[in-house]
């Protein structure tokens, strides 16, 4: 009976190192796939980081650039609308003298 016993004790120490193996194997496994994902994840970031980065940038600059030509634009029209207004005053400065009165 003894020996059956120390037989049966062997074999549940095998299985268990076996199990002890086993699960050595997966936890590597499992922390390289960490590692792995983790390493994809912060490439990732990155990356949308930099794009994100990029787009402000663009956007900063087309803001500014749009900013520019607007001002020029209304600085224009300022302009054009003053000579109009000056014409109109001319125009009648010169009805004025022209007018006969009854």
């Known amino acids: 009976m003894a020996i059956c016993r120390n037989g049966h004790v062997y074999s549940s120490l095998q299985a268990l190192c076996r199990r002890s193996s086993e699960l050595e194997s997966l936890k590597a496994e499992w922390g390289a796939n960490r590692t792995s994902l983790s390493n994809e994840h912060s490439v990732s970031l990155t990356s949308e980081r930099e794009k994100a980065l ?16 607007l001002e020029e634009l209304h600085s224009v029209k300022v302009c054009l609308i003053a000579l109009c207004i000056s014409y109109v005053n001319t125009i009648i400065y010169i009805n004025v003298d022209h007018v006969i009165v009854i």
């Open 54 to 69: 990029h787009t402000q940038t663009e956007m900063a600059d087309r803001f500014t650039r749009e900013k520019r030509e």
